[in-house]
């Protein structure tokens, strides 16, 4: 068994398995906003990252990737269908993103939260050495912190959350809301992405567990669990390389071309959630046709809406509506090779979706709730010709940093279309001073530097991630 002195404990592991057109079995790097956070910080360094292969049964013994040593945790069907699809994904994540779909509780999902925390806390013990700093991720995995520091007191624990942690008055629906609170604070850190998810824990830790809190510290036992905002960020400088490299530059112009070489082309890239604000943004756009402002020949809508937890049923739902709904606009504004919205239900590689960030004049990021949301923090990277504008929601985490985006509150049809118009309208120069502005924030506040905050405030003096 190897030990590492850095572990990352993630419920998924940086790696989806696909199968390639000749039918062979391949790996790729899973999408999703925590792989891409921690994958450019662990790139060759002695770290373990212990998490989820996505499938049932034995866990497969995968090969290093990136010199990363993947660690397996191996998941049954009911674990997935409770643990995953359940309490993860069917109570925790609408709970923590403002209830924007119905949180469900059941009670056996969460016997199987706590059966595969306990899992992941023991693989965890198994691939740390001693002293080791161990960083535990998301929401799915809220109970290993303390279950892993009763197993491994000499362990220094971090906990990250990807996610908004909510307000008083919806955690206080969670059934089972002092343990997952104490799940937590077995932590040394407790990171967040703004300060408000710092606020809301603080009061939470106070008025449950009865803990004498602030806003950075609070007091469980004989010891201090510290608590703050790190935005979470991405690689940079690899995202304006991969924008300035010629075959992207050229992907990007043949994108147009084939879109009819329209005058401005609008941009989503979400994954199929129901926190992403999909159905709404489409809805801005079928009524800014509708209503004369934009015509079809000239502004083209291009949604990425990469598949996600399939099997859980609200995600079906919002996908039936989606597909639904870009039927109708485009049968009702399309004409024959023209359609309205250019609907893509996959997944790409970097260099795709670099070119489709380079290709958008306009990228509207509206979810109605979101932690942090990377793509915006992509598509601003990739604009290394400092054009491009981009149209995003106050209810991403995004939104603290980005300043001099297009804001918009996603819930108000009518203040989402005139932000799109004003997007659409916009002089070249309001544009490229607004993108450069956010490019100098993105330089300075990339992953490393999100890293390098976190895991000094972790270990005092050591940098694990410089
Ligand atoms: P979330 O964390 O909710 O998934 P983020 O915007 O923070 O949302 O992160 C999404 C990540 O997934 C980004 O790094 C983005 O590039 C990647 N991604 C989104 N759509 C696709 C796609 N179609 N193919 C591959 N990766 C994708
Ligand atoms: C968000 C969550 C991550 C998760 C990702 C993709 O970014 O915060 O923890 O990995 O979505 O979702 P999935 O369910 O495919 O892991």
């Known amino acids: 068994m190897r030990q590492s002195s850095l572990v990352v404990v993630a419920n998924r592991l940086p790696v989806d398995d696909t199968v390639a057109p000749d039918g062979a079995f391949e790996w790729r790097r899973s999408p999703g906003g925590l792989v891409s956070a921690l994958h450019p910080i662990l790139h060759d360094k002695p770290a373990t990252w212990v998490g989820w292969a996505g499938g049932t049964g034995d866990a497969p013994t995968l090969p290093d990737v990136d010199g990363i040593h993947l660690h397996t ?86 906990f990250f959350l990807h996610v908004p942690f909510p307000p008083p008055e919806l955690f206080m629906q969670l059934p089972r809301r002092a343990e997952l609170l104490l799940g937590i604070l077995g932590a040394d850190l407790v990171g967040f992405q703004r300060s408000q998810a710092a606020h809301n824990f603080a009061q939470l830790a106070n008025r449950v567990l009865k803990l004498p809190a602030t806003d950075r510290r609070i007091a469980v036992d004989d010891r201090v669990v510290r608590i703050g905002a790190f935005p979470v960020s991405i690689d940079t400088a690899e995202m304006e390389a991969l924008a300035r490299r010629p075959e992207v530059v050229q992907r990007a112009q043949r994108l147009r071309r084939d879109l009819g070489d329209p005058q401005k082309v609008i941009l989503s890239v979400d994954r199929m959630d129901y926190t992403k604000g999909i159905e709404q943004r489409l809805k801005a756009y079928s009524e800014l046709i509708a209503d004369g402002h934009v015509k079809v020949r000239d502004t083209v809508m291009v949604q990425v809406a990469v598949p996600s937890r399939e099997r859980v049923e609200q995600y079906q739902i919002l996908r039936d509506r989606v597909e639904r709904e870009v039927g109708r606009i485009n049968g009702e504004f399309g004409r024959v090779g023209e359609p309205a919205v250019h609907y893509l239900n996959q997944p790409f590689d970097r260099v795709e979706l670099a070119a489709l960030y380079r290709a958008a004049d306009i990228m509207a990021v509206t979810p109605l709730r979101d932690g942090m949301n990377l793509v915006a923090k992509e598509y601003v990277a990739a604009r290394v010709d400092d054009a491009g504008a981009l149209v995003l929601s ?20 009518d203040g989402l279309k005139l932000t799109l118009m004003h997007a659409l309208e916009a002089s070249p120069q309001d544009v490229s001073s607004r993108m450069r502005a956010m490019r100098g924030h993105l330089r300075t506040h990339d992953i490393q530097a999100w890293a390098t905050s976190y895991l000094n405030a972790l270990v005092p003096g050591a940098s694990p991630a410089a």
Do not use: C, K
């Not at 049954?76 to 069917?90: C, I, K, L, M, P």
């Open 73 to 158: 945790v191996p998941l049954s069907a009911d674990d997935v269908r409770e643990h995953y699809e359940g309490f993860a994904n069917a109570t925790l994540w609408p709970l923590y993103h403002d209830a924007v779909e119905q949180p469900v509780y059941h009670r056996r999902w969460w016997e199987a939260y706590q059966r595969v925390n306990r899992r992941f806390a023991e693989a965890a013990a198994q691939a740390a050495e001693p002293d080791a700093v161990v960083w535990v991720q998301d929401y799915h995995l809220q109970l290993v912190p303390g279950m892993l520091r009763a197993l491994r007191p000499d362990l220094r624990i971090g």
């Open 394 to 413: 106050e209810f991403a985490g995004a939104a603290a940093e980005f300043q001099q985006a297009y804001l918009v509150n996603p819930h108000d049809l």
